[in-house]
């Protein structure tokens, strides 16, 4: 399709894809705490342990881009 691999296509998907996913994440993630009254502290626990999957996938494909993969 357009002059690309099935291959390309499925990649683009999915760094595109599962980016956006994950900047929506984020702003869930911010709403839940304002909506909790979270407060500085309650806030930023909330993104370190609802984000550590969402980094384990950023980190997988900057580690990749970094090797030449």
Same mark, same amino acid.
């Given at each position: 399709?357009? &002059?690309?691999?099935?291959? *390309?296509?499925? *990649?683009? &998907?999915?760094t595109? &894809?599962?980016?956006?996913?994950i900047l929506y994440m984020f702003f869930i993630?911010? *709403?839940l705490?304002?909506?909790a009254k979270a407060g500085r502290f309650g806030t930023?626990?909330?993104f370190l342990v609802l984000s550590v999957g969402m980094l384990g996938f950023v980190a997988k494909n900057v580690i990749a881009w970094?090797?030449?993969?």
């Open positions: 399709m357009f &002059g690309y691999s099935e291959e *390309q296509l499925a *990649q683009f &998907g999915l595109v &894809g599962v980016g956006a996913f993630i911010g *709403q705490a304002r909506e930023f626990v909330l970094v090797m030449g993969l």
